[in-house]
Nanobody, 126 residues
Framework: QVQLVESGGGLVQAGGSLRLSCAAS????????MAWFRQAPGKEREFIAG????????FYADSVKGRFTISRDNAKSAAYLQMNSLKPEDTAVYIC???????????????????WGQGTQVTVSS
């Protein structure tokens, strides 16, 4: 089992920045690719960003490319999402996920991920 706990959400004005953290515990963190998803009220959960096992490969949704940066620190068993130039449409619950322990990783595909956090709320005011 892997436990994931997100933090760092909050209320920010449009154009501002936030840094989300995802702390992992349980099995060996470096065995898992990590990703961030988000879910806005009344909408389906959507892929935002993913990072490979060593941190060398990253993937982003078009909606956040150039504004968000995903990273990880395997020594701290943590993943991060730096969010800049935030927009009101970025308002959502942000959820981190871990998967790909068996080698296959499809970054934007939810079935790839075995473990999910509870999420942290991000609200961007206009």
């Amino acid at each position: 089992q892997v436990q994931l706990v997100e933090s760092g959400g909050g209320l920010v004005q449009a154009g501002g920045s936030l840094r989300l953290s995802c702390a992992a515990s349980g099995r060996t963190f470096s065995n898992y690719a990590m990703a961030w998803f988000r879910q806005a009220p009344g909408k389906e959960r959507e892929f935002i960003a993913g990072v490979g096992w060593s941190g060398g490969r990253t993937f982003y949704a078009d909606s956040v490319k150039g504004r968000f940066t995903i990273s990880r620190d395997n020594a701290k068993s943590a993943a991060y999402l730096q969010m800049n130039s935030l927009k009101p449409e970025d308002t959502a619950v942000y959820i981190c996920a871990a998967g790909g322990a068996r080698g296959a990783w499809y970054p934007s595909e939810q079935p790839t991920y075995d473990y999910w956090g509870q999420g942290t709320q991000v609200t961007v005011s206009s």
